[in-house]
Nanobody
């Protein structure tokens, strides 16, 4: 599967952005999907994940209550709605796909990765 992330940009603290990740292929609904981010000089870290059906989600503690992951299997797309953004949310955001439970996605990351989209939050 190929993943194409979009929607990043520059936003002021307190603002919102919605990231999208479009997947190619006919088997999108077979994959758990996730978002990870990498801040400058830091390792890539888990942000959010959603199960194949969309019924189960999980979030990093740092984004709980502010970010929402969702998916539309008919459109082969996963979204990350980001509200109440903080300067510490500044990072390159990557979408990922994995045929596994989301717990495995969180621990091991994706088997497939998008190219990343930059989110910059100014104070």
């Amino acid at each position: 599967v190929q993943l194409q992330a979009s929607g990043g940009g520059l936003v002021q603290a307190g603002g919102s952005l919605r990231l999208s990740c479009a997947a190619s292929g006919r088997t999108f609904s077979s994959y758990a999907m996730g978002w990870f981010r990498q801040a400058p000089g830091k390792e890539r870290r888990f942000v959010a994940a959603i199960s194949r059906s969309g019924e189960s989600t999980d979030y990093a503690d740092s984004v709980k209550g502010r970010f929402t992951i969702s998916r539309d299997n008919a459109k082969n797309t996963v979204y990350l709605q980001m509200n109440s953004l903080k300067p510490e949310d500044t990072a390159v955001y990557y979408c990922a796909a994995r045929i596994s439970p989301i717990a495995t996605m969180i621990l091991r990351g994706g088997d497939y990765w998008g190219q990343g989209t930059l989110v910059t939050v100014s104070s």
